[in-house]
């Protein structure tokens, strides 16, 4: 697995370094410049600085700046690397790779842990950038409980890794990406909490935010960098993050498997 996992991590490092579209890299931060924009300026000149009360009990914290900074942040991180990971498969297969690849025995936990590592210095940048960003547009750090926040954010990023080995494995069963990754961005920004809480949704449409490891990372994230709370306030969220984590992985290395052994087959009628 570690053989896949360096050779993967290095080629994947060399394409970025040489032929890698930095317009991918710019757009992802303009995406969530945007939201953030957006938001900023609908708070200062349309709302002039005032929220409703149910907001704060909602968010739990009356801070909507910081609010909306850290949704569109961890959004636009959850964005990246489910990219990154889910589309390896099938931009081996646009590319002319894939069946020389599922006829080695290499090993395919290596060479999504390769792809999802290398993909984190870049996805890294753009956190960096945004939160910087975010800063200057009124984010408060002031609170910040550091570690608790790095661990929350990593067990975040580990769910979206699970999350996009299965939605890797529809994007190659169906041969698209556009319409897949795409629709379940827009579901994700609707349903996760990414710029106003979930209980302002319809009663109808909230359990879908039960389905979104976004949701809970969010939750937890912003609890510990707005009110600098521990791992423990935030125990029910990192329950419900880890337990979503595996049943994402277990249904996404399934899936990888029986979408795979499906190429082959075609490969071979």
């Given amino acids: 697995m570690w053989q896949t996992f360096r050779a993967t991590f290095r080629r994947n490092y060399l394409t970025m370094r040489r032929a890698y579209p930095w317009s991918f890299f710019i757009g992802n931060i303009l995406s969530a410049v945007y939201t953030v924009l957006f938001a900023y300026l609908t708070y200062n000149y349309v709302f002039l600085g005032q929220m409703e009360t ?103 990023i580990g769910s979206f890794f699970a999350q996009a080995l299965v939605l890797g494995s529809i994007m190659l069963y169906f041969r698209d990406t556009y319409i897949t990754q795409n629709t379940l961005f827009i579901v994700m920004a609707l349903v996760s909490g990414v710029t106003f809480p979930v209980q302002y949704l319809p009663g109808w449409l909230q359990p879908l935010s039960m389905m979104m490891p976004l949701n809970y990372g969010l939750q937890a994230f912003r609890s510990s960098v707005i009110e600098g709370s521990g791992l423990w306030a935030s125990r029910n969220e990192l329950t419900s993050l880890i337990v979503l984590s595996l049943i994402y992985f277990g249904i996404g290395i399934w899936a990888v498997q029986v979408t795979e052994k499906r190429v082959v087959e075609k490969i071979f009628d």
């Fill in 54 to 156: 149910r907001f704060a009990d909602f968010a739990g914290t009356g801070d909507y700046i910081s609010y909306v900074v850290l949704g569109g942040t961890v959004y636009s991180l959850a964005v990246s690397m489910l990219m990154i990971v889910s589309r390896a498969l099938i931009t081996e297969l646009r590319e002319g790779s894939l069946e020389a690849l599922l006829l080695t025995p290499s090993s395919r936990k290596g060479y999504f842990l390769g792809t999802g590592l290398q993909g984190l210095m870049r996805v890294g940048i753009e956190f960096s950038v945004i939160i910087l960003i975010g800063w200057f547009l009124g984010l408060n750090l002031t609170h910040i409980n550091g570690l608790t926040a790095f661990i929350v954010l990593s067990i975040t």
